[in-house]
């Protein structure tokens, strides 16, 4: 008895931090690139990055801040409507979620170009 006590007084000082924490707000009123961090982990990175150093590739395209040429209507209404391979999120996500996954995708460099294939030129 006296233990759970003396843990919960531990643990107490603790939850205003984590209520604060970016990891705890889901998208706020701004677009928070950090909040999108979270929410690719949770929707995306299934199809868009590669997770298994033994996976040949991935199942949709690499996804970067100049995916479908950087412009955010673009990202947003692929994220909204999907395509032919790829779910859209409209009925799962809320917008401001959709633009804070845009909003972390302006963050990603873009890929660097795939080394030469074949043999060497002589
Ligand atoms: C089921 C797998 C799958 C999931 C989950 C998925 N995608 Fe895709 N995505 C694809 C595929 C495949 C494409 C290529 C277009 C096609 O074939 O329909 C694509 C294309 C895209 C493109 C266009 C890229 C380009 O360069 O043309 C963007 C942007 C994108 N996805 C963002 C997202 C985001 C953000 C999420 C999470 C909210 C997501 N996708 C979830 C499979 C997926």
């Not at 909003?103 to 080394?115: M, S």
Request: proline share 13%; aromatic share 4%.
């Amino acid at each position: 008895m006296q233990r759970s006590v003396l843990i919960f007084a531990a643990v107490l000082p603790v939850l205003p931090a984590l209520a604060a924490s970016p990891a705890a707000q889901t998208a706020a009123a701004s677009p928070d690139a950090g909040a999108g961090r979270n929410l690719f982990a949770q929707h995306c990175v299934v199809c868009h990055v590669k997770t298994l150093v033994t996976a040949v590739r991935t199942y949709g395209p690499p996804l970067s801040g100049e995916s479908l040429g950087g412009q955010a209507a673009l990202l947003r209404a692929q994220i909204s409507d999907g395509s032919a391979n790829m779910p859209g999120f409209k009925y799962s996500l809320e917008p401001p979620q959709i633009d804070a996954i845009v909003a972390y995708l302006k963050t990603l460099p873009a890929p660097a170009p795939a080394p030469p294939t074949g043999p060497a030129p002589r």
